[in-house]
């Protein structure tokens, strides 16, 4: 049987230069960390609650301010115009007419405020994220900062998990390193002291601390969000900070390559978080039923990158439209098959590991 998002990734495969195709699909090293993701969830089960479910569910989410009609967000991920020639917009559109929250990146291939603005043509209360990196240079991360505030985004994602960048192996055959005439990173156009900007322009800064954390959250009044933590002790450390949530994500397999699963990585952290700030997670998820196994286990929400990117490459906004309206469908069907009304029911100790009798200490949760 060929899963819907498995058949859009094989039309997205047909409709794609090779190296964008293994760009967009591949990770670090050997890819164990891009398998896992997906494999672990599928270890994992659901112990479904019987009689007290309801005729219709609610599955919104309250993040930050904003609202999203179901617990499934959309990552950040570079470069749409490789996928699509409307790109970023295309995403926009298809996401904020499936009532979900966008992140939209400084490697984006149209500038944050057009993003912004396509959103909001197709609702205007959408909301858009931005994500970025800690740059170098302050004024650079303040630049961006302000680019964003001024576009009207609601909530800045600092991922945190790059110092370096990752060692993608697909990248490295297929000689895939700057992006095609006629495309460029929108956001990091004339920058202080960056030069003409593009690709080029984004850097990473694996001397970044705590301190240069602390600078970015004085520069500005919006929720920040940390991506990529997968330590329990970081985990604590930005609570302690007054970080507004953590995003708990490998980057897709794309950094480091011996990271854990990030649902392997998931509980431990909701624990030393306790629910004193929301805790989110992406990679590997395919399946609305992936999404309720990371809520049961301590998720607010959960993100989506390739998934987007196969629904754009293989019928623009229609096949983003399609990707996210599947998994609301499926996460709404989990969850009343569940037992639940809304996300909230969904706990943990419906969560057991398949191969294992249920309450024989086979769980490590
Ligand atoms: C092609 C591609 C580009 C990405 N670009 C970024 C980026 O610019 N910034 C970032 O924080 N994460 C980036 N990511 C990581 C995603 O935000 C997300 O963590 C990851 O894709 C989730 O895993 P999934 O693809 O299995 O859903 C990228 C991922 C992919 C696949
Ligand atoms: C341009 C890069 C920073 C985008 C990225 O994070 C990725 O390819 O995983």
Known sequence: MTSPLRALRLRARRSLDPAHYDYYAGGAGDERALGE???????????????????????????????????????????HRLAHPQGERAVARATAAAGTILTTGMAATTPVAAVVDAARSERPDAAVWFQLYLQPEPEVTEALVRRAEKAGCSALVVTVDSPVFGRRERDERHGFHDLPAGLAAENMRDLPGTGPGGLRAIAMSPASSWDDLRRLRSMTALPVLLKGVLHPEDARLAVAEGVDGLIVSNHGGRQLDAAPATVEALPRIADAVAGRIPVLLDGGVRRGSDAALALALGATAVGVGRPVLWGLAADGEKGVRQVLDLLHTEFDHTLALCGGRSPADLTRDMVVTRGRPAGTGGSPW
């Open 37 to 79: 993701n997906e494999r672990a969830f599928a270890r994992l089960a659901l112990l479904p609650r019987i009689l007290r479910g309801a005729e219709r569910r609610d599955t919104t989410v309250a993040l930050f301010g904003d609202r999203a009609a179901m617990p499934v967000i959309v990552s950040p991920t570079a470069f």
